[in-house]
Nanobody, 124 residues
């Protein structure tokens, strides 16, 4: 079992930058692939980015490709989402999630553990 706690959310101006962090409990963090998802009011939860267990592979939604970067530090049990040049449409609650096995990194139902979320608001 792993517990996830997100931090780093807040208010940011469009074109600025923000870094989200997700700290995981437990000794087996490196066994999990990690993902970031987001959910805006009235919308379904959507995939943002994911990283493989060793950080060797990363995956991004088309909407954030080239602007956001996912990374992880297994020594610190932490995964990050660097958000550069955010847009107002990136406003949402951001969740990190962990999974052991699956076929699709972009499907929320393939993740086993979720954090409580952190609000990101991008002003224009």
């Amino acid at each position: 079992q792993v517990q996830l706690v997100e931090s780093g959310g807040g208010l940011v101006q469009a074109g600025g930058s923000l870094r989200l962090s997700c700290a995981a409990s437990g000794r087996t963090f490196s066994r999990y692939a990690m993902g970031w998802f987001r959910q805006a009011p009235g919308k379904e939860r959507e995939f943002v980015a994911a990283v493989s267990w060793n950080g060797g592979n990363t995956y991004y939604a088309d909407s954030v490709k080239g602007r956001f970067t996912i990374s992880r530090d297994n020594a610190k049990n932490t995964v990050y989402l660097q958000m550069n040049s955010p847009k107002p449409e990136d406003t949402a609650v951001y969740y990190c999630a962990a999974r052991t096995y699956g076929l699709r990194y972009d499907r929320p139902d393939e993740y086993d553990y979720w954090g409580q979320g952190t609000q990101v608001t991008v002003s224009s």
